[in-house]
C-alpha cells in the first residue's frame, strides 16, 4: 500500500500527559500537512511542511502543539499537557507539490484519534 | 467566519436516482475546489475537483458544477449507489498565494442512499 499512513490510529491518554503521532506521506510527495476534526465538522489546517520547512502555522496551533519533519519524510506531531479539548481526530495529508497530474490534490491517512480523559 | 458552507447536514436519496450535493463559499480568493468522501473511522478520499476556470468536470458517475458569480458549487452522483453513501466534504484552496494551498472544509453532507 503506498498511501499515506499514520500510527497510532487511536491513543487515550490522561490530561496532562504528552502525546506525539507519526505520519508517513506518499513517497515522494513533498508537501505534507496536518489537520483536525471535531465531531460534525469539516478538517481544520493546523500546519504544512514544504520538504522538511514548516512553513505555516495555523492559529488552532497553540504553543503545546509542536511538529517536525526532520528529512523532508515522515512528519511527528506533539501535543504536550494535553487538554480534553484536544481530543479530536488528527489528519495527516501529502501532495505532489510542483510535479505530478495531482499538482493541487491532498491525500489523506486514516487519521489518529486522540481521547484525552 | 465559515468560509466553506454545506447547508444541508444530510441528504437520502433511493439507489439509481441523482444525488445533488451543494457548497456555498464566501472567499473569492478561492480558485480551486475539491469534494471528498469520508467513511467512518477513516481519513477523507479525494474524489473530484474543479479549478475556477472551468464550470464543470466530470469524471464517471461524479460531475461537479461550479458558478463563480454565485460562489457556489454542487456535485452530482448518478446513478446513485448504496456504497455512496458516506459524508461529502467540500474544500476550497487559493492556489495563487504562493504558501501553504491548505484546503479550507465545509462542515460536510451525509448521503445515505436507500435500496
Known amino acids: 500500500d503506498t498511501g499515506v499512513s499514520q500510527d497510532p490510529r487511536h491513543k487515550i491518554t490522561k490530561r496532562g500527559q504528552n502525546v506525539t503521532f507519526r505520519c508517513d506521506p506518499i513517497?515522494?510527495?513533498?508537501?505534507l500537512y496536518w489537520y483536525r476534526q471535531t465531531l460534525g465538522q469539516g478538517p481544520e489546517f493546523l500546519t504544512y511542511?514544504?520538504?522538511?520547512?514548516?512553513?505555516?502555522k495555523s492559529r488552532l496551533l497553540s504553543d503545546r502543539f509542536s511538529a517536525e519533519r526532520p528529512k523532508g519524510s515522515f512528519s511527528t506531531l506533539e501535543i504536550q499537557r494535553t487538554e480534553q479539548g484536544d481530543s479530536a481526530m488528527y489528519l495527516c495529508?501529502?501532495?505532489?507539490?510542483?510535479?505530478?497530474?495531482?499538482?493541487?490534490?491532498?491525500?489523506f491517512g486514516p487519521g489518529t484519534r486522540l481521547t484525552v480523559l | 467566519d465559515q468560509q466553506v458552507k454545506q447547508n444541508s447536514p444530510s441528504l437520502s436519496v433511493q439507489e439509481g436516482r441523482i444525488s445533488i450535493l451543494n457548497c456555498d463559499y464566501t472567499?473569492?480568493?478561492?480558485?480551486?475546489f475539491l469534494w471528498y468522501k469520508k467513511y467512518p473511522a477513516e481519513g477523507p478520499t479525494f474524489l473530484i475537483s474543479?479549478?475556477?476556470?472551468?464550470d464543470k468536470n466530470e469524471d464517471g458517475r461524479f460531475t461537479v458544477f461550479l458558478n463563480k458569480s454565485a460562489k457556489h458549487l454542487s456535485l452530482h452522483i448518478v446513478p446513485s449507489q448504496p456504497g455512496d453513501s458516506a459524508v461529502y466534504f467540500c474544500?476550497?484552496?487559493?492556489?495563487?498565494?504562493?504558501?501553504?494551498?491548505?484546503?479550507?472544509f465545509g462542515t460536510g453532507t451525509r448521503l445515505q442512499v436507500t435500496l
Open positions: 495529508a501529502s501532495s505532489p507539490g510542483t510535479s505530478g497530474g495531482f499538482y493541487n490534490e491532498q491525500f
Open positions: 513517497s515522494e510527495h513533498n508537501r
Open positions: 511542511f514544504q520538504n522538511e520547512a514548516q512553513l505555516e
Open positions: 472567499n473569492s480568493m478561492f480558485d480551486y
Open positions: 474543479i479549478s475556477s476556470i472551468k
Open positions: 474544500a476550497g484552496m487559493d492556489v495563487n498565494t504562493g504558501t501553504a494551498s491548505k484546503l479550507t
